[in-house]
């Protein structure tokens, strides 16, 4: 199981995804069309056209993680969208309510006060 730690950047892409790609294909597609590093330890979060599924993809240091999860009912109805952006960025108390079918953006908690510094 991944955990999603506050410290942790999390993006969401916020156009469908194509749901037969893996992790090499999704790997792809936040290099080329979300222009970021896959191995960057970012969480990246994709859903499928229909809303019913979602994929987290991220790197841990030592491989890829990709995790599915879909709905047995309903939709992903709460979901970034911008026109301007490919992904938007969301906290991790937001991302974990977006994780469960939850509206994100009604999560009101307190700013992380203070960042963790990497080890380089």
Known sequence: ???IAPQ?????ATAPADFRCGIDGLAKVVRA??????????VFVFRNRRGTAIKVLVY????FWLCQKRLS???FRHWPRSR???????EACAAQ??????DFESVRAPPVWRAVAVAS
């Open 1 to 3: 199981m991944i955990q």
């Open 8 to 12: 942790m950047r999390v993006l969401v």
């Open 33 to 42: 069309e979300l222009a970021r590093d896959p191995f960057s330890g970012t």
């Open 60 to 63: 841990d240091g030592q491989g």
């Open 73 to 75: 009912t309903g939709r």
């Open 84 to 90: 301007e952006a490919a992904v938007e960025t969301l």
């Open 97 to 102: 309510v977006l994780l469960a079918a939850g």
